[in-house]
Nanobody
Framework: QVQLVESGGGLVQAGGSLRLSCAAS????????MGWYRQAPGKQRELVAA???????NYADSVKGRFTISRDNAKTTVYLQMNSLKPEDTAVYYC??????????WGQGTQVTVSS
């Protein structure tokens, strides 16, 4: 069973930066992508950024140019560098790993709060 553990959330003022980390254990070769989702109160969970096993990335339009997803060489830790944070970025951020069969693994979530 894949386990994902997030860290790096917290409280920051608008315009500030945070870096989220997601450490994956028991990661199998059949993971085709990892990414970050977020869910704000009263809203649906949405994709923020993802990176495939081949290194391709994609971002939500709302974070393009501000957020960067990356991973370590062992492909077991995924990072989300968040710059120029806005109050609307406030949400619980979840790490996700998607298997080649389409199964989703989730972390426990980490709170990001951006004050105005």
């Amino acid at each position: 069973q894949v386990q994902l553990v997030e860290s790096g959330g917290g409280l920051v003022q608008a315009g500030g930066s945070l870096r989220l980390s997601c450490a994956a254990s028991r990661l199998r070769f059949n993971i085709r992508a990892m990414g970050w989702y977020r869910q704000a109160p009263g809203k649906q969970r949405e994709l923020v950024a993802a990176i495939t096993s081949g290194g391709d990335t994609n971002y939500a339009d709302s974070v393009k140019g501000r957020f960067t997803i990356s991973r370590d060489n062992a492909k077991t830790t995924v990072y989300l560098q968040m710059n120029s944070l806005k109050p609307e970025d406030t949400a619980v951020y979840y790490c996700n790993a998607k298997s080649v069969s389409g199964y989703d693994y989730w972390g426990q979530g980490t709170q990001v709060t951006v004050s105005s």
